[in-house]
């Protein structure tokens, strides 16, 4: 009867997905305008490809979605082709592509030009000198000739520039085979930002080095204290003993970030950065004939030139395998990684879908064999495929009692039954269907498109888009034979490398040193007339729309539930969210339980047959209790909404006790808590609560160790089956109609006449900082961390628009205060940042943080450089009204939408308000004044007491150093976790 049951849920589901591959076929035509372009037939994302007549390539992908365009210039060269002599150098253009032009970035460039001409020579010939008091004498003449060139150079102003007209996500990366430059900009900024994207390619001033320099040194610091990615620079180093991809790692080496040469920088920019071996990428509001012409008529003056591929030798096979520690105090785990083909072969077809068969979230090999039933803390899978090669990566962390020898075991113990293909029949079909709903749901986002589109521009120049357009349908063809016959082939005995990841010292590391720097100016205010003359460029006005709830949500009840709806208009998907407005401070115990529901079956199935028949349906849940708040809840094909319905209210109220699992659960929870105390994140964000709450705080509210052990899983299972009986919001984003949903809720989501009582919330007391105090936390790192806390006034509405405003102008960004004065003038931190932050609930403060990541040695002065800004405000009426101007044109691009809507008006909810309150926010910006956020400023921040968290190496911060903030309080890890 059990497999009848699942035979008729799940019957027809497979078939559906299961349709004759798409035509998918090269097509070239030429638009009105007399551009030709190619494109592929049944392209989902609609994508245009035209080869301009210097070489640029340009991608485009139309979105009538929201009024914004996604932009990358995607460049075909990164650490790979560094100069063997000068590795991290791509990396270093990167950074230095900031800075400005001759035109802009400098308020006289007849002036600034020969000193920067000087600092070129002075570097080469500190690159040259050996000496270290010699070295020191010619880098005291960089920073004196760098201090005269700032006299002349405009700090941010291409940032300046990118808030003026409303840019988000300003950024670049540098990574092994590419350098990519990232903007999302309003729609009617086009021909503005066109111009200045054009500009900044023309002819790039490396200006401002040696502080930059300094900020890439901190980078280098802070790659020395993550151990995730000194895992990665191993696996890399030994898979690739010959190709770049692990003999040159981004950042470069010590010794050569010691001895940079702009005349190198220089020259590599002018080998990589021709149109032939770039690409203008974009996907958002525009028409595509309108674009094209315009990108063209901006980049126009670049010439091509012959680019040399990296052509590197080919590896030779892994005949035994490469054994490498990686020592450092995060938590341990293990990594095996296989060396695979390139882009264009096979092997990334089949490994995709085998990547599918291993880990899929609910029914893949790891899913099933070891993570719901619990033989380890975590395991996963994941395929990193680059143009040459590619890296398949089985990866685990053990649980309690467990060493990685026997992680190790278990997973090459999934391997072999991989290859022996005990695996279910219908994985692959299922994990084609799942990759589609997948891309259905995010194809409507700008950035997934264009980086979609930057990926293959980068391995293959946007020749093979054919193939990942028809990715998926290739997939969904791959038979079990087929897997197995590869399976047999690529995975053997012999032809892996594995990294040990082990808690203990490094003993490896040596920090990049502080050189001496002295501050440079950054000409705040200031103007060049090329930044003059793109400001005063009109912009079509756009429209912000603003939300009326009682159209947008189509509200009910279903028996004593009440519902709110958005139909969904453009594809079949849904998403249903039984929403509780109670927590853990409600019940310890609570997220507990949601968490162990996934390890539960029923009656009728058992727990690995639920989460095979979810995926195959399309569909996932999920259960998760926050502080105040928990959710069940449901997304997929709509199509089959009633089933997945089912068989989740079948799980809630029929799951039984499982002791096993129960233990399995209770072990790796004790083995997850305590890797928690391993990891730096966690633990400033303990210390953030000490300073905010004080010794009881939300942060460490856990249950002890004793409480844990003593559960057991009858308790569990009656919260569990309890759920539905609590007072709940049914939330729903899809295609069914308010009856439909109705009715098929109602059929099987069952409510009580009246609901239960929930149990009352734990408090907790918002500290009142009367006087400076310092929390300390060690953590064996080279650099320091450091955050500043403060609770501000009671929420009101009416400071919300200033405070944005203010964040906008003071810390929000490359061009506010916080950074232009620490990183960029006093080279103190690669990151720093600092915030109001606005309340979720309307009975909560406003809160201040503001944070510095440095050298421990540079800790005073990031110190005093953040009190100064936070105790004086500078006025500078240029970055104000970017700030306030940015604020302006984000709202005015806003779209919320989908489930956002439903959430949107919950959230206004909680803080009291009724109606869209950003039309209010819109017309109070509108009217800002500097006096505004001085004011702010004034009242909350200025002359008041803070505390201070710092979480760094006790050998290199001294404790008499840090009492000179404020009394100091060492926290151990018990007392931040509270277990």
Known sequence: MKKLFLTLLLGGVLCQTAKLQNNYQWKETKSANGYTYKYVSNDPMGVRIYT???????????NKKEPRIAYRLAVRAGSNTDPKDHTGLAHYLEHLLFKGTDKYGSLDWAKEKPKLDSIDALYEVYGKTTDPEKRKEIYKQIDAVSGRASQYSIANEYDKMMTAMGAQSTNAHTWVEETVYEEDIPANAVDKFLAVQAERFRNPILRIFHTELEAVYEEKNRSMDNDGWKVLETTYRNLFPTHNYGQQTTIGTIEHLKNPSLTAIRDYYHKYYVPNNMAVIMAGDFDPDVLVKKIDAAFSYMKPKTVAEYNPAPEQPITSPVISEVYGPSAENITIAFRSGAETSKDKLMLNVIDGIFANGKAGLLDLNLNKQQKVLSAGSTLSQYKDYGIFELKASPKQGQTLDDVKAL????????KKGNFDDKLIKAIAANYK????????????RVNTMVDNFIKTKAATWQDDVAFLDAMGNVTKAEVLAFANQFFKDNNYTVVYKRKGEDKSITKVDKPAITPVETNAGKESPFVKNINAMPLAAIKPVWLDYNTAIQKGKIDNAEVMQVANKQNGLFNLNF?????????????????????????????????????????????????????????????????????????????????????????????????????????MQGLVNQATYGSKNPFNYNLSDAELNAITAEELVTIIHSMPSFKHQVLYYGPLSPAALSVAVKKVHKTPASWAAIPAAEKFTRAVQDENKVFFSHYDMVQAEMSWARNLAPYDFKKEAVVDVFNN?????????????????????????????????????????????????????????????????????????????????????????????????????????????????????????????QSLHNQELSGKKYSYTIIGNEKNIKQEDLSKYGALKVLNLEELFGY
């Not at 709903?437 to 997934?448: A, H, M, R, Y």
């Not at 507990?592 to 029923?602: N, P, S």
């Not at 079948?650 to 799951?655: D, G, M």
């Not at 209010?920 to 004044?929: G, I, L, N, T, W």
């Open 52 to 62: 301009l007549s210097n070489g640029l390539t340009v991608m485009l992908s139309p």
């Open 411 to 418: 997973l090459l113990g999934q391997v072999e039954e991989l």
């Open 437 to 448: 709903l997948s891309k259905l749901s995010s194809q409507d986002n700008n950035t997934v």
């Open 579 to 683: 929403r509780y407005e109670m927590g853990k401070w409600n019940n310890k115990k609570l997220p507990f339980a949601l968490e162990y529901l996934q390890y539960l079956g029923t009656d009728k199935y058992t727990s690995e047959e639920i989460s095979k028949a979810f995926y195959q349906l399309a569909a996932s849940f999920s259960a998760s209790a926050g502080n105040e708040e928990s959710s069940i809840s449901l997304n997929g094909l709509n199509e089959n909404f009633s089933q997945a319905l089912e068989l989740l209210e079948h799980l809630l109220r029929n799951c039984k006790p499982d002791a096993a699992a129960l233990e399995g659960l209770k072990n790796r929870m004790l083995k997850a808590r305590a890797n928690a105390k391993a990891n730096k994140g966690a633990i």
């Open 809 to 933: 102008y003071f810390g929000g960004g490359m061009g506010s205060l916080v950074f232009q004065t620490i990183r960029e003038s006093k080279a103190l931190a690669y990151s720093t940042y600092a915030f109001v932050g606005t309340p979720a609930k309307k009975t909560d403060p406003f809160s201040f943080i503001g944070y510095v990541g440095s050298q421990a040695d540079k800790l005073p002065e990031a110190v005093t450089a953040m009190n100064e800004l936070i105790n004086v405000l500078p006025d500078r009426a240029n970055a104000f009204e970017q700030a306030k101007g940015s604020l302006l044109k984000d709202l005015e691009t806003d779209r919320v939408e989908k489930m956002g809507i439903i959430y949107s008006y919950i959230a206004n909810q909680k803080k009291g308000l009724t109606g869209d309150p950003r039309k209010a926010k819109y017309d109070q910006v509108k009217a800002m004044s500097f006096k505004d956020i």
